[in-house]
């Protein structure tokens, strides 16, 4: 079964950078895409970065191109979230995702905080 555990989350200062971390175990299945998703306090989760693994085509949503960066470690188990020049919204729970299998199943993580400081 596969298994996501985010890190590298804490209380940064506005304008600052932060780098989260995704370790992926367990998996005997193939891995279509791999994501990071945030969910504000009370706002719907939504899809902040993504990458498919046949094409390594990336994907942001607007409100972060240009400022945050999803990169793979060598062995493709690790994904992390290089943040840049943090704002007050970005504050959010961030959550590690993928899709696998021939059943395309989601798996998330348990989430890591993120908290932006003005």
């Known amino acids: 079964q596969l298994q996501l555990v985010e890190s590298g989350g804490g209380l940064v200062q506005s304008g600052g950078s932060l780098d989260l971390s995704c370790t992926i175990s367990g998996t005997i299945e193939p ?4 994501a990071w998703y945030r969910q504000a306090p009370g706002g719907r989760r939504e899809m902040v970065a993504s ?4 094409n390594k085509k990336e994907v942001y949503v607007d409100s972060v191109k240009g ?3 999803l990169a793979l470690g060598r062995a493709n188990n690790t ?3 290089q943040m840049d020049a943090l704002k007050l919204e970005d504050t959010a729970v961030y959550y590690c995702s993928t899709v696998s299998g021939k059943a395309l199943q ?3 993580g348990q989430g890591t ?3 932006v400081s003005s």
């Open 31 to 34: 891995i279509y895409v791999m």
């Open 51 to 54: 990458i498919a693994m046949s």
């Open 67 to 69: 400022r945050f960066r």
């Open 79 to 81: 994904m992390y979230l």
């Open 106 to 108: 989601f798996t998330w």
């Open 113 to 115: 905080q993120v908290t």
